[in-house]
C-alpha cells in the first residue's frame, strides 16, 4: 500500500515578524518543528515562507515585476541569500529536534514562465521521499523565461508540488485561524468557515475581488486560495490553520483538526 504524503506549508508571517527586516521567530520554529516530530506520519515535505526575510528585500528591488535592468540583480542575489539564511534556521531547528530534512533549494529544480511554474525535475525530491526523509524547501526568487526572474511563492510551490506528487494533503499554517469570511483583524464578527469546497472557494475569492484591497490579510488568504484550487480539484485535501497556536499543527498531521478550514473538492 503506498504511503500517504502531507504537504505543510508554513508561513513567513508565522516564522518571522515581518514588520521587521531580518527577524526571525525562533521559539515558534522550535515549537513547530516539535509538533512536526511529534505529528507526522507518512511521508511529508515542508516548505516554507519568506516573512521578513524575502518581502522587504524584493519589493525593494521590485523583484515581483520581472528583470528591468542591472540595478536589481544585487536585490536577487541578497534576496536569495535571506532566504538560504531564513532556511538555515528553520533546518538546524528541525534536525535539533529529530527531523531528517534535507534542504532543496527550489529555484534549482523549477522553471518558471511568466511568474508560473512551468517544468519542476521532481527525481530528488521522490528519491529523498522513498529514503523516508523530509524534503525542506522555501520560496525562493527564480530565473523566469520570459520576465528573466521572478519570485517563485512558498503558496505556489507546495500546490504544485502536492498537485504532481499526488499527495493527500495540504496543510497551510498562517496567522489567523482558517478562512474567514471576511478579516477577523480588522472585523471582530468575522465568521470562520469550517467546511469549504472549491466551489465555496471560487465564489469567496469572486467576491473579495470586488470588495476588499488586496493588501489586507483577507486579500492574503484569497492569493492562498487560489493557489490551492488546483490542487483541491485534483482531490487533495487542503486544511488552513494557525500556526501561531500551539498544537493545531500537531493536530492536524494527526489527523485531528480541531479549529481550521478544511477545503475538498
Known amino acids: 500500500m503506498a504511503t500517504s504524503l502531507s504537504v505543510l506549508k508554513i508561513g513567513g508571517s508565522v516564522i518571522t515578524n515581518k514588520q521587521r527586516e531580518f527577524a526571525a521567530s525562533r521559539k515558534t520554529i522550535s515549537r513547530l518543528t516539535k509538533e512536526i516530530h511529534e505529528g507526522a506520519s507518512g511521508q511529508l515535505i515542508v516548505v516554507h515562507g ?3 526575510y524575502g518581502h522587504h528585500m524584493a519589493k525593494r528591488y521590485e523583484l ?3 528583470y528591468r535592468n542591472h540595478s536589481q540583480i ?6 536569495r541569500q535571506s532566504m ?6 528553520v533546518l538546524d531547528s528541525a534536525i535539533r529536534n529529530g527531523l531528517p530534512c534535507i534542504s532543496l533549494q527550489p529555484s534549482s529544480f523549477v522553471r518558471m514562465k511568466n511568474g508560473r511554474i512551468e517544468e519542476m525535475n521532481l527525481r530528488i525530491v521522490r528519491d529523498l521521499l522513498d529514503l523516508q526523509m523530509i524534503p525542506l524547501l522555501f520560496g525562493d526568487v527564480a530565473l523566469d523565461e520570459e ?3 521572478c519570485i517563485l511563492s512558498g503558496d505556489q510551490l507546495a500546490s504544485r508540488l502536492a498537485s504532481e506528487l499526488a499527495a493527500t494533503q495540504v496543510i497551510l499554517a498562517v496567522d489567523v485561524d482558517g478562512v474567514f469570511d471576511s478579516d477577523p483583524k480588522l472585523y471582530p464578527k468575522a465568521r470562520l468557515i469550517g467546511r469549504m469546497t472549491a466551489a465555496d472557494a471560487k465564489a469567496l475569492i469572486q467576491k473579495r475581488r470586488q470588495s476588499a484591497p488586496s493588501s489586507d490579510v483577507t486579500g492574503q488568504m484569497m492569493g492562498k486560495l487560489k493557489e490551492m484550487l488546483p490542487a ?3 482531490g487533495i485535501q487542503v486544511i488552513v490553520l494557525n500556526g501561531c497556536v500551539p498544537r493545531r499543527v500537531s493536530e492536524a498531521l494527526k489527523g485531528r483538526l480541531t479549529v481550521g478550514t478544511v477545503i475538498k473538492p
Open 232 to 234: 483541491v480539484e485534483r
Open 74 to 79: 544585487p536585490g536577487f542575489v541578497r534576496t
Open 64 to 66: 515581483s515585476e520581472g
Open 50 to 52: 519568506g516573512g521578513s
Open 84 to 89: 538560504m539564511e531564513l532556511n538555515k534556521i
Open 147 to 149: 520576465l528573466g526572474f
